[in-house]
């Protein structure tokens, strides 16, 4: 597996919103895209679309919280895909055109007020230009993503998965189904600067199997913080507790 042949990434997504962080007062940051002025900008040779212009897929989305907090942390398009036809009416039923009604305008508040206070980032110069935000876009759509997920070659600038894969290697037929998951994703990618971010709880050495059948350009391996670190996690079970270490795997297109 191939960790630095891909060039560093500017931008943010918190951490905390892919996983269940429990230091909301102290988000950890990792780079899987930069915006830039006007569209695009380069790093390394490798551009990638600004927030407004990105589409995100987030698959296995179940009732997870993430779409939300991108919208809220400016990107304007993002798909949720889950197996669960229930999982999906539930979502479709919370996310109401209210809510993204109120969104934007909670969203251009925000905007205006960094304009006055002139806390732009130079980054978001051509977007705080603007006096109002584009309407944040946020579908839910059922499908199974070890099978075909109904979307054209290259639809999407980033993908998305917050522990599908480890949930999908704990059913029948897992290791066909997760690679099927895999190939799936990679047609979804745009070529060029298409990043898959998948979240896990297992180690490199038993991920690689996955990340080697398609053509990527380069994978990065990031663990995240644990209690030997002085930042960790960890869940009761009965009496005992047990300390969760997670990765966070960069897959470039």
Not at 53 to 60: D, I, P, Q, S, Y
Not at 101 to 115: F, I
Not at 150 to 177: M, N, Q, R, V
């Amino acid at each position: 597996m191939c960790h630095n042949s891909a060039p560093p990434l500017g931008g943010e997504i918190r951490l905390h919103t892919l996983h269940n962080w429990p230091y909301p007062g102290r988000p950890l940051y990792f780079p899987p895209l930069v915006e830039g002025e006007e569209e695009v900008s380069q790093i390394g040779g490798r551009y990638f679309p600004s927030k407004e212009n990105c589409r995100v897929l987030n698959v296995g989305s179940g009732n997870s919280l993430l779409g939300e907090h991108m919208l809220r942390d400016g990107y304007k398009d993002v798909v949720n895909v889950d197996y669960s036809s229930v999982v999906i009416n539930k979502l479709k039923e919370k996310y109401t055109p209210n809510f993204f009604v109120d969104l934007k305008e909670s969203l251009d508040r925000g905007m205006r007020l960094r304009n006055q206070l002139g806390l732009v980032d130079t980054r978001d110069d051509h977007a705080a230009s603007e006096s109002v935000a584009p309407m944040p876009k946020m579908t839910f759509e059922v499908a199974d993503a070890t099978l075909y997920i109904p979307h054209p070659d290259e639809s999407f600038d980033i993908i998305i998965c917050k522990k599908t894969l480890d949930i999908i290697l704990c059913s029948e037929g897992s290791i066909a189904s997760a690679k099927q998951m895999m190939s799936e994703c990679f047609r979804l990618l745009k070529k060029d600067h298409g990043v898959m971010i998948i979240l896990s709880s297992a180690k490199p050495e038993d991920r690689a199997f996955f990340f080697e059948q398609n053509a990527w350009s380069g994978i990065e391996n990031i663990r995240l913080p644990s209690k030997e670190d002085g930042q960790y996690w960890d869940q009761r079970r009965g009496h005992e507790r047990k300390t969760i270490q997670a990765y966070a795997y960069i897959l470039y297109k």
